[in-house]
């Protein structure tokens, strides 16, 4: 089973490659449209759009599930219902390619809600409590923008078909699109886990690190970039936008902060997507659409990559993710901390791997055009958070003591293991400049004074800098997290924000229902409808039965008794 | 004594007291009918050998007697005192009372309980169903509206209330009969031919549970908790009760359907919510008696074994008419 999707997602990849060259080059776009059903005025079709950005996305989709089932042969061979995890995995790749090749709103929510369910039956696959209470909270702040996306389907019933890329020149200033552009922002925030729906993301790392690698980190959470750059047109002088600016930019600031205080290593991974998901969020609402969709593909690759190593650092750490106890697994297991440091690397953006083009791309745009001081400020500082978590982790992973056990038996010959992230490696070198040949057929044009150009490089320095003081712990190292416990642990966790959906939502509730429980569906209503009637219609019946159990005279004589009334009535 | 040749000369005549009654030109042959019906029934349910059945047939005789009487009288004070038609009068009223009085139906009904108590399972299916041909017929040839759809009201109020409280099946039937001669005499007053379709209905649902209760010989609400109860009687039970209280896809739906439906056009409202109310008191209590047959764990008496007799074959088939009946009915109206 693993092989053959393994092959068929492969294959698949190659023809979308091919398409997409020969489309970007040609400059082609298809469009199929089957119509299903129309009446009165609805028409519902089932539409296909393939230009060369949903290709592109596919290939890029089919080549990382590709690789990941292929590692999951490997990383879950001792799980019994092995096909049952590659179905769930297939399932979702289908869900996806169906969001992105559908120009049609109708096609989007079966995709978009097919993402949403399938993602929460990943990440519950390990039934333990917290993959339960993980899989429901990611279950259930998706869910949301499901709804969303089903009023924006009710909005646009107004223009007589689901086809939204036809009317964003024409219907610019209605009060419709106003409406439509705000909930398809919100149903993009939920998916791509930005300021108040940001909890999930961290806890959904309860699921299998394959999960995680395809789902967490390239496909499922942008698919709500992907939908906002698909709606580009219409948001681009929305208000909106600039609240989804505001709020983005403060996700890729605030899980920059988290990331340093987190000691999981999977969550410190997952808090580095959520800023990388600001950065794109936030990209794109200021106006750079393409910028955003370049950075969401490197990233995926790279993020990708980052989650298979992680899992073959868990795997050999008999299943312990604390970075607390790993440390010098460089000099033991070198190809995967190969794999593992060109990832990092390409995350903060080192000049000439992947990730530099995309977003040393970002950073001079924010700096060309003119925007606000503070933007300017988070964008630099959220940079410099980005290189201080990576060298903080690459410390304590890699290079500080390792924290164990006395002996122990580090093993990096899983070759099936090792060939699916070497093909991503491949690709997290080259996609970076291979992508920017294709998208931008121009390059921007950027003028930037020297010290200003160079902003990046001081505040990577300067964030690996600190990484490299913070990680140095020693035995008698003081714990200054534990000084500052307050801020710590505001800061650690999420800004509190997570209470939002998980405590804030429950308790109030659940009081409140339980007051209204005990008093009328186990109280008022019961003497009202339940027993109470029960008991009246019983007494009466005990009344009739009195009248019943007579002497047989007296209801003769009460038939004779009413025929004598009857009778003086009538003569009278 | 009680051979079959006495019982079928007098069922004959009682089918043949029926017909005068109900085809006669005066009102005097219509009386003439109804007292031969008393005089035959009288040697059907008397058994001479059983002390409770000669009670049962002496009250029975009482009180149809007493009833006829009195419907003798008002026939012959109507003749000679009032030479109109008109159907709103007191005579009118006296008249019905009388033969309501007959048919056991509710202010007069206090005999029917107690009687019904004493007779077996065969003889109140007569009392039940053939006993209430003639007096409803003569009740369609002159009503008082308004007298009646007070009667109507009672009736339906005393089926359901006085039916809660009961344990033996034979009172249960005959409450549920009190209640359903309510939906019976509406519908005599919407037209003859309703009534007609209603009165089969019923008279053949009623059939298919007091067979049912005369093969396994029960007349005891205790006497259903038995051990090794077929699955197909207790789903038998269960489908004749439900149908009898009128519930959807079974056979008994049907004319309360189209009695509501009449009731709802000519702006019956607050007769069609006691309707409704009271048809939700008598599915509780039929409910009630089959639910428990119905589970998988319920109350069974171990000592307590039901021989199966050759004649128990045709319950599948009607579990299958009252099922399918709703569908097959239609056919009645082509």
Known sequence: ?572 | MNNNSNKMFFLFILFFSTLISISSNSWFGCWIGLEINLLSFIPLISNSKNLLSVETSLKYFLTQSLASINFLFMILIKFSLLKNFNMNNIISIMMNSSLLMKMGSAPFHFWFPNIVEGLSWMNNFMLMTWQKISPMILLSYYFNKNFLIFMIITNLIIGSLGGLNQTSLRKLLAFSSINNLGWMIFSIMISENLWLFYFLIYSMMISMMISLFFLMNMYFMNQLFINNMNFFIKLNLLINFLSLGGLPPFMGFMPKWIIINFLLINKFYFLTFIFMMTSLIIIYYYIRIIYSSFMFNYFKMKWVNLLMKNNMSLINLSSFISISSMILSTFIFM
């Not at chain 1, 092959?7 to 449209?33: A, K, R």
């Not at chain 1, 399932?91 to 949403?116: A, C, E, R, Y």
């Not at chain 1, 600031?253 to 800023?275: P, V």
């Not at chain 1, 980005?386 to 903080?392: D, G, H, K, L, Q």
Request: charged share 5%; proline share 2%.
């Open chain 1, 1 to 572: 089973m693993c092989f053959n999707s393994f092959f068929f997602l492969f294959f698949f990849m190659l023809i979308n490659f091919f398409f997409f060259v020969y489309f970007i080059m040609n400059g082609l776009s298809v469009f199929f449209e089957w119509e299903i059903i129309s009446f009165n005025s609805m028409s519902i079709v089932m539409s296909i759009l393939l230009d060369w950005m949903s290709l592109l996305f596919m290939m890029f989709v089919s080549l990382i599930s590709s690789v990941v089932i292929f590692y999951s042969k490997s990383y879950m061979n001792s799980e019994l219902n092995l096909n049952r995890f590659i179905i769930l995995v297939l399932m979702f790749v289908f869900s996806m390619v169906l969001l992105i090749i559908s120009p049609n709103l109708i096609s989007i929510l079966l995709g978009w809600d097919g993402l949403g369910l399938i993602s929460y039956c990943l990440v519950i696959y390990y039934q333990n409590l917290k993959s339960y209470n993980a899989g429901m909270l990611t279950a259930l702040s998706n869910r949301i923008g499901d709804v969303m996306i089903l009023m924006v389907i009710c909005w646009v019933m107004n223009y007589g078909s689901w086809n939204y890329i036809f009317y964003f020149d024409f219907m610019k200033n209605d009060y419709v699109m106003f409406i439509i552009s705000f909930m398809i922002i919100i149903a993009a925030m939920t998916k791509s886990a930005q300021i108040p729906f940001s909890s999930w993301l961290p806890a959904a790392m309860a699921a299998p690190t394959p999960v995680s690698a395809l789902v967490h980190s390239s496909t499922l959470v942008t698919a709500g970039v992907y939908l906002l750059i698909r709606f580009n047109y219409l948001l681009i002088d929305m208000f909106f936008f600039k609240v989804l600016l505001f709020l983005s930019i403060l996700t890729m600031f605030m899980s920059g902060i988290s990331a340093n205080y987190e000691f999981d290593l999977k969550k410190i991974i997952a808090l580095s997507t959520l800023s990388q998901l600001g950065l794109m969020m936030s990209i794109l609402s200021l106006g750079f659409p393409d910028i955003a969709f370049f950075h969401l593909l490197t990233h995926a690759m790279f993020k990708a990559l980052l989650f298979m190593c992680a899992g073959v650092i868990i795997h050999m750490m008999n299943d312990i993710q604390d970075i607390r106890y790993m440390g010098g697994l460089s000099l033991y297991i070198p190809l995967t901390s190969l794999c593992l440091n060109i990832s990092n690397l390409s995350l903060c953006g080192i000049p000439f791997l992947s990730g530099f083009y995309s977003k040393d791309l970002i950073l001079e745009m924010v700096s060309f055009n003119s925007f606000n001081l503070m933007v300017f400020i988070l964008f630099y500082l959220s940079t410099g958070l980005t290189v201080f978590y990576t060298f903080r982790l690459i410390m304590y992973v890699m290079i500080n003591d390792f924290n164990l056990m006395m002996i122990y038996n580090l093993y990096d010959e899983d070759y099936i293991m090792l060939n699916s992230m070497f093909v991503l490696l491949f690709m997290s070198l080259l996609s970076g400049s291979f992508l920017s040949w294709f998208i931008f057929s121009y390059p921007y044009m950027i003028y930037l004074p020297f010290n200003l150009k160079l902003m990046v490089i001081y505040v990577s320095i300067l964030g690996s800098i600190l990484g490299f003081m913070v990680s140095n712990m020693g035995i008698y190292s003081l714990n200054k997290l534990l000084l500052s416990y307050n801020l710590s642990s505001f800061l650690c966790l999420m800004w509190f924000m997570p209470n939002l959906s998980t405590y804030g939502l429950s308790y109030i509730y659940l009081n409140f229902s339980q007051i209204l429980f005990k008093n009328i569906d186990m109280g008022w209503s019961e003497i009202y409808s339940g027993k109470g009637i029960f008991n009246i219609l019983k007494n009466y019946s005990v009344f009739y039965n009195i009248y019943q159990m007579n002497n047989f005279k007296i209801y003769l004589f009460s038939f004779i008794l009413w025929f004598m009334i009857l009778f003086i009535f009538f003569f009278i």
